[in-house]
């Protein structure tokens, strides 16, 4: 969709602007839109700017245009006020009395397509310049109507507006000039807010922060709130610093993370779509995605599919827009799509999937913000294939190998265990013999049914030293412990043997999210012949 600045450019040429137009406007950037119509009607031939919405009993005309807001008097069309609910009918009925830049908002363009049509022939022939603008947020122009209405948005500023305008609000007394101390911290957390949330939220968070970083903060819980609900939402970090077993997964992103350098666009390199993590319930998949924002060093956006559908697929596009839109306006940034494969069950007969793929589909092959998709699944044939096009890179995620399992171990007994918090590399409270029998206990299990087991051995060490009046000492850990919890469950591989093996058989398609085990856990490998 073109920016609104178009339309001005439209004004100022021999064409001039279209007569009918639908623009995409958050309601707190209506005063500024307003503003930039008010500018531009003056090229036009110092033409008046109406304003029509249910909340006017009658049409009003703009006297001045300000950034917080619009003043305005009842308009002098006919012999009497019209109501605004008869704006549009009494266009129909007068087409060439009206001249100016009619501002319509709350119209359902779609059930108003007859109407429109009518006068949009009616003011091709009229002497008097007259303009519609129907403005909402996230409008739609019908099929039928292509051609005579024109989409334009206002759009999110970007990282380097956002800049500019926090320095403005600082310089002209809105907040103080001190915290901006941490400006990329706080351009960071005011990214994806409209221009007029800028202006307006921003100096009212600040009137309640008692610093930069406390402003910051207030910008992002604002955003989340904001965005919670919509099918996306920010996350918060993960529950381990980090993920074991995973370097080559890594070593990818730290190729992707040099590509946010603008030298790169020198040497006519890309930034990626984004990649599939594929593989087994329960390996990491949703981990390494928050934990890939971390490593790139931007924000991660959470998408859930399933949630972005509205109770009609206008309204289900409506929302995936929304999304789109405030990814790219938060570019650089990871959108990550958790399930994602559980979204397309049956997509081929469903229409409102279909368009909403295909939407998706359209976006990551047009767009050009750094924006990286990650989607986590279990079953990837269940993915259109278009959409795995776009996502060529995946890579897939088995059961950890022994130093794999290793790590994740350590990670998982320093989070409760003191005796476990130094390097895995440093010597262990257990010896190297239990913990080849460790690693032999727990080979069929997934990395959450090794968290899980660690953290269900932990309350039960806390539970014993508080009926021994000990639960304010650290927790020690006994090796029998563990093994004796691991012959308290089945492993999912198997319990569910078939769909894992499914899954686990397809594994040649994609790429191992690491290298081969070198630790000193690593088994010899075996030869089924003599040499």
Known sequence: MPPLEQ?????????????????DCQPLDRPLLVQHLTRWATVLGKLPVYLVNPGYDQ????????????KTIPAPWGESPIASMQALPWLVAHPFTVQGIVVIEGLDVEAHRYPLQNLFEHLRLSEHPCYLVFVGEQP?????????????????????????????????????????????????????LSWGELHSVVPREAALSTSGTDLAQRLLAYKVAKLRGRGLEFIGEPDVPEAAGLDLLNARLEHITALLDPAAAQHNLQF???????????TGKSLSAKLAAKTLGVPLLSADWNGLRGATPTDSLANLRFLLDTAEAMAPCVLYFDDFDKGFAGWDTDITAKQCAQKLLTWMQEHTAPVLTLATVN??????????????????????????????????????????????????????????????????CIPDEIGNAVRRVAEACFYQQHQDGLSGHPLELRFDHLLAQREAFTPALVREEGAMLEIRNQATYAKPVSSPDTSRFARPKQTLFGD
């Open 7 to 23: 339309w001005g450019e439209l004004a100022a040429s021999p064409v001039g602007p279209p007569l009918m137009s639908v623009v």
């Open 59 to 70: 049409v009003q005309q703009v006297t001045e245009a300000l950034p917080l807001g619009v």
């Open 140 to 192: 739609t122009v019908p099929v039928g109507l292509h051609g005579m209405v024109q989409a334009f948005e206002m759009g999110y500023p970007n990282s380097s507006q956002v800049r500019e305008v926090l320095g403005d609000l600082a310089s002209q007394g809105q907040f103080d000039p001190a915290f901006l101390d941490p400006l990329d911290a706080l351009v960071r957390a005011a990214q994806g």
């Open 272 to 282: 990626p779509n984004g990649m599939v993590l594929w593989g087994l319930p329960g």
């Open 379 to 444: 079953r990837l044939g269940m993915l259109p294939v278009e959409l795995q096009r776009r996502l060529p890179e995946v890579f897939f995620f088995d059961l950890p190998h022994d130093g794999a399992r290793y790590d994740l171990f350590y990670l998982h007994l320093a989070k409760y265990f003191p005796a476990f918090r130094h390097s895995p590399s440093e010597p262990s409270p257990f010896t190297d013999e239990q913990w080849r029998d460790l690693l032999t206990a727990y080979r069929l």
